[in-house]
Nanobody, 120 residues
């Protein structure tokens, strides 16, 4: 099975920066769209950024501050977060669409999440 492992979360002061990484491992045939979601206590999980064949999408409240990128050779996606605000505090989850084998169906995979806390 394909696994996604996030890293890079932590505690940072407002205005600071963090870079999250999401590495895919296990039996992987191909990966398609990769994205980053976040979920704060009492809120729904929400998409913040995604990347598909180099094309990126961002929700309005992170535009100009966050940058999503991917390294296909390393099967890793990144989320560079700058000018962080306390409102960005949440558990961040990596998401990917892909196939585990040549004949396998396309599935959606989730990482375990990494905590990002922004203090004021």
């Amino acid at each position: 099975q394909v696994q996604l492992v996030e890293s890079g979360g932590g505690l940072v002061q407002a205005g600071g920066s963090l870079t999250l990484s999401c590495k895919a491992s296990g039996r992987i045939y191909s990966l398609g769209t990769m994205g980053w979601y976040r979920q704060a206590p009492g809120k729904q999980r929400e998409l913040v950024a995604s990347i598909t064949s180099g094309l990126t999408y961002y929700v309005d409240y992170v535009k100009g501050r966050f940058t999503i990128s991917e390294d296909n050779a390393k099967k890793t996606a990144y989320l560079q977060m700058n000018s962080l605000k306390p409102e960005d505090t949440a558990v961040y989850y990596c998401n990917a669409q892909g196939k585990a084998s040549y004949y396998g169906a396309q599935n959606e995979y989730w990482g375990q999440g990494t905590q990002v806390t922004v203090s004021s």
